[in-house]
């Protein structure tokens, strides 16, 4: 399995909006794509107080073949979504993992 996950640091006064924006609307536009299996999301409780809460949006993958399928095909208009809607008030970084 294939674990393609973003971390965003989001402005604690836009917190909760990005939380809710993200569950209700983000989350299931990535699903109906049909490629991820799975998606979690989760707050880091170990972070410095930096104005900002921090949370990591998960999606799982069966395949890698899925995963570059989901990059070539949707993640730049999935991106820019977030960007629209909340630019300039989060920053985000991206790792890929595999279990083992």
Do not use: C
Request: zero cysteines; hydrophobic letters at 40%.
């Amino acid at each position: 399995m294939i674990l393609y996950n973003t971390t965003y640091s989001v402005a604690l006064e836009v917190g909760p909006d990005w939380l809710r924006w993200m569950k209700t609307f983000q989350l299931p536009a990535i699903m109906t794509t049909g490629l991820p299996t799975g998606h979690k999301i989760r707050r880091l409780l170990t972070e410095l107080d930096n104005g900002a809460v921090t949370y990591s949006v998960q999606l799982d993958f069966s395949t890698m073949a899925d995963y570059e399928t989901f990059q070539q095909q949707y993640a730049v208009a999935l991106q820019q979504r977030v960007q629209h809607r909340f630019g300039g008030q989060f920053v985000s970084f991206d790792t890929l993992l595999e279990e083992v």
